[in-house]
């Protein structure tokens, strides 16, 4: 890095000029160059078809993922491309849109009513970030064709022939000097999105091809909104307290009409997903704001009104939301999105109307169906008896004061002597014999000790009452110190980092599940901002001459052993569990900071988490023998 030069003027002063600066900055466009990055390029590309449909000028998409898995074709039978001459810039209208940040027909009111995109950036930007881009419009009989390379044509706009009807096929290829050698379109992810969009435009026909497995799905909903959630309700595995719901309202403010499909689960979590002219926004926004408002309010006149309250509790938004799904789907004429990427909806007057019409809706839908609305409203309540035990727990919960004042924390924990919780770790230990190793092995300064006597309850199938009940559990959330649920405060966590320290078997993975699932649910922002880890211990010592290796699973020790000459002096010990390891070898192979091997808890895909715990986790044991069944190939060993 060149040192900053002293001398400011003119002369440093630097324009980039057409698409240099998407190159050079590209986050500031698509949000950054991984994985996520790389797909709004098709994403892009995806929503001007999408905005050809909506405006009611186009039927069907056809998406094709090569065989390359790093290109991709969308065509589209709507108007297609301008292809004429532009005097101003003496270029055609396709080529200005492609190479021309904030150049496109949406802008002015008459060619779109309802659109995605209206910065003028999408096509141009995706154009700027791929080795190749090639585009191809049929209009007036004929069919044109014209080629790029990282955002310049490199051929001139030319008829390749006749052509029947209208439309637009763009072939691209992201640029692996922006995004790396190794980045590839995720089949499943792409497939998602596909679907999201049949189903939220009824009569849209999208037909995708996948070529390397040679594979053509066709993919269209009548039912629209609410077949995506009743599929989503299933696929999530978490039973229904009735039918999904379903409205919809036109002729609000700014061409505002939008639709919304919603269900209450036996879950415990909120979910939400919302879209705006056909755009995903998972940052929520003015929309989401007013149909979270509205159910609230709906739910709690209705409850008002009939007095169904037990007297002395209070009921918050969360308890009304708890376990709800929800679809959203807004159009607008004018939009106004947090930034290039579309995740969050700005607009301010959004969020009146659509309250307004939800708590409307809510009320009277309730009072139609008194049956079913009093099974929501008692789950409403259970709810709220939840969080008020839950409250009550997290009260309990002891802490140490500012000046390191030790008060109740559970007996079986050694405490370490740290307060900042940037300095503190919390090591979840299974077993006494485990945790007096690891209660000599560790830094006492800043490595706290939790022993577990026992498996803890199944948080996906236990109730609150029993979780709140169960002596490990409650030990945990004493030690942890910042609440639980809608409660947790992560100003009063005592420790910045937690292991989850089990011995390397079956039963040491069980149990990291079992308090996996339980963190998940009821702990979740534990995962979120990165505080939990999962320990690797080693499960053998292997003894080569004068060199000891320590070695987390038997691969790794048969990939050493191979690498070894044939006379060599091999000597191997497995460890039955973490308390047949001395004080010393813990801190060497698992404590240390400097040393230790450990894997950070992510959650990756929230959806697919849910549904992975419900089938292994809950209650529906069918779920989980279909999972064995369709894994038991996969499986090499079982530790028994």
């Not at 160059?33 to 790389?38: I, L, M």
């Not at 990291?512 to 053998?540: C, D, M, W």
Request: charged residues 25%; neutral net charge.
């Amino acid at each position: 890095m060149n040192p900053p030069n002293p001398r400011y003027s003119e002369e440093d002063i630097v324009v980039l000029e057409g698409l240099e600066p998407v190159r050079k900055r590209p986050g500031m466009y698509i949000g950054g160059v991984d994985s996520r990055g790389y797909h709004h390029l098709l994403w892009e590309i995806l929503d001007n078809a999408v905005d050809e449909v909506i405006n009611g000028h186009a039927r069907s998409i056809k998406v094709t993922l090569h065989r390359d898995r790093r290109s991709v074709t969308v065509e589209d039978d709507g108007r297609g491309f301008p292809t004429g001459i532009m005097p101003k810039y003496g270029k055609s209208a396709l080529e200005v849109i492609l190479t021309t940040l904030h150049s496109g027909g949406k802008f002015q009111q008459g060619s779109y009513t309802h659109s995605g995109g209206l910065h003028g950036v999408g096509a141009s930007v995706v154009n700027a970030l791929s080795a190749e881009l090639r585009v191809n419009v049929r209009r007036e009989g004929k069919e044109v064709e014209q080629s790029y390379q990282r955002g310049a044509a490199v051929t001139p706009l030319r008829q390749v022939g006749s052509a029947k009807g209208t439309g637009s096929k763009v072939f691209f290829r992201p640029d692996p000097e922006i995004f790396g050698e190794k980045a590839t379109f995720d089949l499943d992810l792409v497939r998602e999105r596909l679907e999201a969009k049949s189903y939220l435009h009824k009569g849209l026909r999208i037909l995708f091809t996948d070529e390397e497995s040679g594979q053509t799905q066709e993919l269209s909903h009548k039912g629209g909104i609410a077949d995506y959630l009743q599929k989503w309700a299933t696929d999530r595995g978490k039973p229904t307290l009735c039918a999904p719901v379903y409205s919809t309202r036109e002729g609000g403010e700014g061409g505002l009409r939008f639709e919304v499909a919603f269900v209450w689960t036996e879950g415990t979590d909120e979910t939400i997903k919302s879209f705006v002219n056909g755009i995903p926004t998972p940052s929520g926004g003015t929309h989401e704001n007013g149909l979270k408002s509205g159910i609230n309010k709906g739910v709690r006149n209705f409850v008002d009104t009939h007095g169904l309250l037990p007297k002395g509790l209070q009921l918050t938004a969360e308890d009304i939301r708890e376990g709800l799904l929800a679809v959203l789907s807004c159009y607008l004429h004018e939009p106004q999105f947090q930034g290039q990427t579309k995740e969050r909806l700005n607009n301010p007057e959004v969020t009146a109307e659509v309250d307004g019409a939800i708590r409307t809706f809510v009320e009277s839908w309730l009072n139609n169906n008194q049956t079913t609305a009093e099974a929501i409203v008692a789950r409403i309540i259970a709810a709220a008896r939840a969080r008020e035990a839950m409250k009550a727990a997290s009260q309990a919960v002891p802490r140490k004061s500012v000046v390191g004042q030790r008060l109740n924390l559970p007996g079986k924990l050694a405490d370490c002597t740290a307060t900042d919780p940037r300095l503190a770790e919390l090591f979840i230990v299974e077993g006494d014999s485990a945790g007096g190793s690891a209660k000599q092995g560790r830094n006492r300064k800043t490595q706290a000790i939790l022993p577990l006597r026992g498996k803890v309850l199944n948080a996906e199938q236990a109730s609150m009452s029993k979780l709140l009940s169960n002596r490990e559990l409650q030990d945990i959330i004493a030690a942890l110190g910042c609440g639980m649920g809608d409660k947790y405060d992560e100003s009063k966590l005592r420790y910045g980092r937690i292991f989850l320290l089990m011995d390397a078997d079956s039963d040491g993975h069980h149990i990291s599940t079992l308090l996996l699932t339980f963190i998940y649910r009821y702990l979740p922002k534990l995962i979120e901002n990165g505080h939990v880890f999962i320990a690797q211990p080693p499960l053998y010592r292997v003894d080569i001459g004068k060199e000891t290796h320590w070695v987390l699973d038997d691969k790794q020790k048969d990939d050493l052993l191979a690498k070894q000459k044939p006379n060599a002096k091999v000597d191997i010990q497995r460890f039955k569990g973490l308390g047949e390891m001395m004080p010393q070898q813990l801190w060497a192979t698992t404590l240390d900071p400097k040393r230790r091997i450990a894997l950070r808890v992510q959650i990756v895909d929230k959806e697919q988490t849910d549904r992975v715990l419900g089938d292994l986790m809950g209650k529906d044991p069918s779920a989980r023998f279909r999972f064995i069944m369709e894994h038991a190939s996969e499986a090499h060993a079982i530790d028994v």
